[in-house]
């Protein structure tokens, strides 16, 4: 079955950073795009960052942009998200999303 794992999530200050990782299975990876999306407290599940199947095709919301860094490695069927410049903003739990699926999240925190 399909699956998707994130990892690397955590406790960082504001202006860290951090790299989440998602480990995916039970599907041809490199044939699918990939996606992070992320959800705070009381708030709706918002976009944060695509990647095409090759990784040639990448987008980022707004309020990422030039901050974060979505990647892929379809060897090793992961894609990554680097985020740099955190804000407390960014506190959210952070989902990869890929093959019409959700993995469980991961806690980012960005606190002092």
């Known amino acids: 079955q399909v699956q998707l794992v994130e990892s690397g999530g955590g406790l960082v200050q504001p202006g860290g950073s951090l790299r989440l990782s998602c480990a995916a299975s039970?599907?041809?990876?490199?044939?699918?795009?990939m996606s992070w999306y992320r959800q705070a407290p009381g708030k709706e599940r918002e976009f944060v960052a695509y990647?095409?199947?090759?990784?040639?095709?990448?987008s980022y919301a707004d309020s990422v942009k030039g901050r974060f860094t979505i990647s892929r490695d379809n060897a090793k069927n992961m894609v990554y998200v680097q985020m740099n410049s955190l804000k407390p903003e960014d506190t959210a739990v952070y989902f990869c999303r890929g093959f019409d699926s959700w993995g469980q999240g991961t806690q980012v925190t960005v606190s002092s």
């Open positions: 990647i095409s199947s090759t990784g040639i095709r990448k």
């Open positions: 039970g599907f041809t990876f490199s044939s699918y795009p």
